[in-house]
């Protein structure tokens, strides 16, 4: 069992992505730090639009044509991503860093059999022999659960169910055994069963590999079954970050609140689901002060006049939100928070 | 497989009896005779109308036909005495045979590759260039383009025969006259697939695998760009045809699009009768082979008939 670790394996440094359109630049990402650890599973949650694909589009160097990074650094193994040329960054793809993406029904080539797709990245990355390439994808085909792997080579993709088909693009991305796999909602498209074996398989995979992997979704629900750490992000920026438990039991940022008060549980039926009154800000003209001021009930004049910093809650926890400023007024927390933040106050009573 | 191509060719053999049956009461109500040459006297045309069984009622003529159809005697004709159609067809199809095939052959293939790197160069000058020459090609008859060619390279320049069958270089300038369609239809078809298809998710996702660009393109964008391009082989086909009508006669082509021009001129029934079902026959081959070609390029289609879900 591989334990995460406290040591950086990638960092993104002060992000800024624009995106060229008639209306003129959308300033899709706004100056995002974080960094990822050797082992560990980091989650980034956020309502759609919020800029999750865009930021782990830019470690891959998949952004759309009409993207311009604006300012900041992504290191990994002290060197600049985004200063890579085409053929380094062909070299990283599929190798050391690998991605997976929301859609297994078009994840894969219609025409190509499977096993010949799974082992592309090893006969791009290595010399090895097509026949070891292919015995290779076999071994990594049963490690993700596809049943007579070994007679299924020469299956074509629609051959294969949707929450199989996302088994094969799983082991496509880990059969290079990359340091990274970035996973863009790999489980949305799929129903609530397959995508809990999915989880599972993920976090296998990383207690076997010591992968390190950043989760990308908008269902917190997920977040908890397979996050060491969260990020919140919300109109291009990251609004919260810490471990977990913290996000989950001792949230700060007023829109943490409304993406857990979302959150489907046990005694919530769907149809009174509670979702996050307005709609995110124009990314043409994003608000001074914080973006999401608008549509937070607990908003003051700064907010709406400058952008928080990030206020820190513990080593491993900061929010911005100028509701931590020791100056800012006691709010009354929704009853949910509330009642999380009774349970995270307990933990610490023992 | 095997049962699905039985299958087809007994849909062919219909398909032959239709088209047979067809044109041969349309040639009935076509007026002219075949025996129009002044110098015939009217004594001689009966003596050669009952020679040829044209005497007969209607309905007799078509049934001696049709049995000798059946039998593989396809009559003689008119206009050349004492040769039968079969003869007169299998000494000229080899020239057009040839310049269907090279046609084809450079028309799709050049198109494919033309219609790629327009695509993968979207708005580029490569592609302003793809797209005008596809619209030139498309645009301009290829009598006018057989006549240019043969004006400038052949006349002018004397690189080419004029107009005389001498095999292979005298087959070029015709050969690139009747690709000129094919190649335009299919790099148009073929540009706007492969745009779709490189942005299409499994494309991003080889990419993301490390695919160099030119490697996306040959492993998997081409494949499945050309699934649809293998739909239009068929009307190309068709158009090759028709084509050839005129540049046979443009270049004076010994083969079976001048005679058949020829034998229409001259009512040469037996021979129209019989190129009639050769055209016919080509034709629906080249669909059953493009059926067969779609079984190969897309795995999806399964020639056995068996649903995939
Ligand atoms: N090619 C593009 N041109 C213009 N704007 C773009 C482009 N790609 C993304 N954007 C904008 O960037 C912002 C962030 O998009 P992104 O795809 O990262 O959102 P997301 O958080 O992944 O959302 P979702 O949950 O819907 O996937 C959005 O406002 C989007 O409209
Ligand atoms: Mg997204």
Redesign the pocket.
């Known amino acids: 069992m591989v334990q995460p670790t406290d040591s950086p394996i990638l960092s993104v440094e002060n992000l800024r992505v624009d995106?060229a359109?008639f209306a003129g630049p959308?300033h899709?990402i706004r100056d995002v730090s974080f960094t990822l650890n050797k082992g560990e599973t980091l989650a980034i949650v956020?309502e759609?639009?919020?800029?999750?694909?865009?930021?782990v589009r830019s470690i891959m160097g998949l952004l759309?044509n009409?993207?311009r990074i604006v300012a900041g650094r992504i290191m990994f193994q002290d060197a600049d991503i985004l200063k890579n040329t085409k053929r380094q960054l062909n070299a990283l793809r599929g190798n050391d860093i690998a991605m997976i993406f929301q859609d297994p029904m078009t994840s894969l080539d219609p025409t190509m059999p499977i096993g010949k797709q799974v082992a592309e990245p090893l006969r791009l990355h290595t010399s090895i022999s097509e026949k070891k390439a292919l015995a290779e994808a076999v071994r990594v085909l049963q490690l993700v659960g596809i049943q007579d792997a070994a007679e299924r080579l020469k299956d074509y993709p629609h051959q294969f169910s949707g929450g199989q088909r996302q088994r094969i693009v799983i082991a496509m991305a880990i059969i290079t055994q990359p340091q990274i796999l970035l996973a863009d909602?790999p489980t949305t498209a799929l129903d609530v069963t397959i995508q809990a074996q999915i989880i599972h398989l993920l976090k296998e995979i990383q207690a076997t590999t010591g992968t390190s992997i950043i989760f990308i979704t908008?269902d917190l629900g997920v977040v908890a079954g397979i996050a060491d750490r969260v990020a919140v992000?919300y109109a291009g920026k990251i609004v919260e970050y810490g471990m977990v438990d913290e996000i989950f039991y001792n949230p700060q940022h007023p829109y943490t609140w409304g993406l857990l008060e979302a959150m489907p549980t046990l005694t919530t039926s769907a149809d009174r689901l509670y979702t996050i009154p307005g709609t995110p800000p124009d990314?043409l003209a994003p608000p001074p002060g914080d973006a999401f001021a608008p549509r937070n009930p607990f908003a003051m004049q700064i907010d709406l006049a400058e952008q928080p910093p990030f206020f820190p809650v513990s080593p491993t926890h900061a929010a911005a939100t100028w509701l931590l400023h020791p100056a800012a007024p006691q709010v009354t927390l929704p009853p949910e928070i509330a009642r999380r933040r009774q349970i995270w106050a307990a933990r610490f009573a023992h | 497989m095997i049962k699905y191509v039985l299958k087809r060719l007994g849909y062919l053999v219909l398909t032959l009896f239709i088209v047979a049956t067809f044109t041969f009461f349309l040639m009935k109500l076509l007026p002219g005779t075949p025996f129009n040459n002044p110098k015939i006297a009217p004594d001689q045309i009966a003596v050669l109308r009952k020679q040829y069984g044209l005497d007969l009622p209607v309905w007799q003529q078509y049934l001696n036909y049709m049995v000798g159809v059946v039998h593989g005697r396809f009559g003689e004709s008119y206009q050349f005495t004492g040769q039968s159609v079969s003869y007169l067809i299998s000494t000229r199809i080899g020239p057009s045979l040839q310049l269907g095939v090279q046609a084809m052959l450079i028309g799709t293939l050049l198109g494919i590759l033309l219609g790629a790197v327009a695509a993968m160069r979207k708005n580029s000058w490569v592609d302003a260039t793809a797209t005008i020459f596809a619209i030139i090609g498309r645009s301009i008859p290829n009598f006018v383009i057989a006549a240019l060619l043969q004006f400038w390279l052949a006349y002018k320049l004397h690189w080419f025969p004029i107009a005389l069958w001498t095999g292979f270089s005298s087959s070029i300038l015709p050969t690139l006259a009747l690709a000129m369609a094919p190649l335009a239809n299919t790099a148009r078809f073929m540009r706007t697939e492969m745009v779709d298809v490189l942005n299409s998710d499994y494309i991003e996702v080889a990419r993301a695998k490390g695919n160099s660009q030119w490697q996306l393109v040959a492993r998997h964008a081409l494949r499945n760009s050309m699934i649809p391009v293998v739909t239009i082989i068929g009307p190309m086909a068709v158009d090759l045809m028709l084509g050839s009508l005129v540049v046979e006669n443009v270049f004076a082509i010994p083969g079976i699009g001048q005679q058949f021009v020829q034998s229409i001129t001259t009512n040469d029934y037996p021979v129209i009768m019989g190129l009639t079902m050769l055209y016919s026959a080509m034709l629906t081959g080249v669909i059953l082979i493009v059926d067969i070609l779609y079984g190969i390029i897309d795995p999806r289609i399964r020639l056995s008939g068996e649903v995939n879900a």
């Open positions: 995106f359109t959308v899709a956020g759609s639009g919020s800029g999750k694909s865009v930021t759309a009409n993207a909602e908008h992000m990314l």
